[in-house]
Nanobody, 129 residues
């Protein structure tokens, strides 16, 4: 069983920064984890991919809309994944969700939300203009 808990959301002015954290616990340990990702969902819009990090090796991927402004990282010792968000824009306002994907025997598209088995409850990020 996997649990994900996000924190760090809040209200910030445009141009500001926030750091989100995603702490996870897994009864089976980390050996079954393939990757962790952040998605977001704005009011009236579909959930969209933001960033991802491979658990083994640490390779990262970003949505074009956040590339160069957001940085995803992980601390294996703390079982935590971070999303550093800089140069925030009002259009970044959304609920941000942490998601965890398990290892499979085949490659899966990391930007597809359906390829993640566990989700956190979400944390609100509001960027004022």
């Amino acid at each position: 069983q996997v649990q994900l808990v996000e924190s760090g959301g809040g209200l910030v002015q445009a141009g500001g920064s926030l750091r989100l954290s995603c702490a996870y616990s897994a009864s089976g340990g980390t050996s079954t984890i393939d990757r962790v990702a952040w998605f977001r969902q704005a009011p009236g819009k579909a959930r969209e991919f933001v960033a991802t990090i491979k658990w083994s090796g640490g390779a990262t991927g970003y949505a074009d809309s956040v590339k160069g402004r957001f940085t995803i990282s992980r601390d294996n010792a703390k079982n935590t994944v971070y999303l550093q968000m800089d140069s925030l824009k009002p259009e970044d306002t959304a609920i941000y969700y942490c998601a965890l994907g398990l290892r499979t025997g085949y490659s899966r598209a990391y930007y597809v939300s359906g390829n993640y088995e566990s989700w956190g409850q979400g944390t609100q990020v509001t960027v004022s203009s």
